[in-house]
């Protein structure tokens, strides 16, 4: 699976970007059907927002899947964000095991 990792408007985290493609690796084992995955860090700093953004756009046969969250870490948001995936993802397999 093809990795692409953005941060937006602040530097760039080497230890967050091995921790997001640990946790990539982990979700395309279980998923192998999936061709790439488009990582957006971002921080927003408004009084209604946490301001820890992670958004994660999965490339796949069939529509795209994408999932976000806002916490008040970086890391939790990736976890939260990748479950959300996962989710969606193991939604789409029953989908797709029903029509073999």
């Known amino acids: 699976m ?3 990792i953005q941060f937006v408007k602040m ?3 080497e230890n967050l970007q091995d921790f997001i493609q640990k946790k ?3 979700l395309y084992k279980k998923h192998d059907w999936l061709i790439k995955a488009q990582v957006y860090i971002k921080y ?3 009084p209604t927002s946490k301001g820890k953004i992670c958004e994660i756009v999965l490339n796949q046969p069939g529509p ?3 999932a976000s969250s806002n916490e008040d870490n970086y890391q939790l948001a ?3 964000t990748i479950s959300d995936l996962e989710k969606q993802l193991n939604k789409r397999k029953q989908i797709m095991m029903s029509h073999l």
């Open 78 to 80: 990736v976890k939260n």
């Open 24 to 26: 990539l690796d982990k």
């Open 2 to 4: 093809e990795t692409h």
């Open 44 to 46: 927003e700093n408004t």
């Open 64 to 66: 795209q899947i994408f």
């Open 11 to 13: 530097p760039v985290s």
